[in-house]
C-alpha cells in the first residue's frame, strides 16, 4: 500500500500519556497506530468517502480505550476526538 492512494483518519486523545507505548491495530486493509496522544489510521482508498467505514474504525479505536479503562482510572477524564 506504500505507492497507491490511501485513506487517512486521525484522532486526538487525552492524556497523551493514556497508553504505556505504542498500539498498532489491523483492520481491513490498513492498519491504525496509537501514541503519544494522536491515532492515525491508514487504509485504501477505497474508503475515503464511506461514513460507515469511518464510524466503524472509529467505534474499533474505541473498544481498544475501553479495553485499558483500567489504566484510565486515574485518567478520569480520558477524551477521544475525532
Known sequence: ???????I?????EPATYF?????????DGEILVQDGNAKGTF???HYEKKEF???????????FWLSKYKCIGHLNC???Q
Not at 1 to 7: F, H, I, Q, V, Y
Open 9 to 13: 483518519l486521525e484522532w486526538t486523545y
Open 79 to 81: 477524551q477521544l476526538r
Open 1 to 7: 500500500m506504500k505507492d497507491e492512494p490511501k485513506t
Open 20 to 28: 504505556e507505548a505504542p498500539i498498532q491495530l489491523t483492520y481491513v
Open 44 to 46: 485504501g482508498a477505497s
Open 54 to 64: 469511518r464510524d466503524a474504525a472509529h467505534k474499533l479505536l474505541q473498544a481498544r
